[in-house]
């Protein structure tokens, strides 16, 4: 079974500083895991994946994660954050051959 | 192919009626996942499909929902009865499950359902 904890429902930074949104996940198999974006009233967007391989990956809009297995974290980072990242970020955890389970969701807020 | 369709956008309905959501999925993609979301939540598991084999059922889904992906294709997730509780966004996603590994899922602009 897999299941993700996303540490803190809001975050808010100014414009130009660092984000980081955290998401520390549990799996009894090796696990694929995704960071989802979701503006209001839409769907969710693919922001980066981890499937195996290089644990930094890079996704759209300038986001990066690192899949650190000992710390079973797999958090989100952005170097300067822009108004128009601010959304609902979700992170996702699923297993070989199973569904997709998702985290609560942080909301991300982005001041002048 | 333009990504997972949902259909219809908005739903208002009475509270006792039934209602059905249609998704089509992108074509090529064998797997169709029913999630539902409510305000300030992240989406939660109903079920999924892989081809026209529904593989798991949540146990948040009462036996006033049922899922059909009846040729493997489009998908529809009806409510007998509805609920006040109902109300949510119901969003579809699919992905190309290749048998070796989970691939990100893509998500339709979901249905959002008012029951009143």
């Known amino acids: 079974a897999q299941s993700v904890t996303q540490l803190g429902s809001h975050v808010s930074v100014s414009e130009g500083a660092l984000v980081l949104l955290r998401c520390n996940y549990s799996?009894?198999?090796?696990?694929?895991l995704f960071w989802y974006v979701q503006y209001p009233n839409q769907g969710l967007q693919l922001l980066l994946k981890?499937?195996?391989?290089?644990?930094l990956v890079k996704g759209i809009n300038g986001f990066e994660a690192e899949f650190k297995k000992s710390e079973t974290s797999f958090h989100l980072t952005k170097p300067s954050a822009h108004m128009s990242d601010a959304a609902e970020y979700f992170c996702?955890?699923?297993?070989?051959?199973?569904?997709?389970?998702f985290g609560t969701g942080t909301r991300l807020q982005v001041t002048l | 192919d333009t990504g997972v369709s949902q259909d219809p956008r908005h739903k208002i309905t009475k509270r006792g009626q039934n209602v059905t959501f249609r998704c089509d999925p992108i074509s090529e993609h064998n797997r169709l996942y029913w999630y539902r979301q409510t305000l300030g939540q992240g989406p939660e598991f109903l079920t999924y499909?892989?081809?026209?084999?529904?593989?798991?059922k949540s146990r948040l889904l009462s036996d006033r929902f049922s899922a059909e992906r009846p040729k493997g294709s489009f998908s529809t997730l009806e409510i007998q009865r509805t609920e006040q509780g109902d109300s949510a966004m119901y969003l579809c996603a699919s992905s190309p499950f290749l048998g070796q590994g989970n691939t990100e899922a893509f998500f339709g602009q979901g249905t959002r359902l008012t029951v009143v």
């Open positions: 981890y499937t195996t391989g290089a644990t």
């Open positions: 799996s009894s198999v090796p696990p694929y």
């Open positions: 996702d955890v699923s297993g070989t051959a199973s569904k997709l389970t």
């Open positions: 499909f892989q081809n026209e084999a529904q593989l798991e």
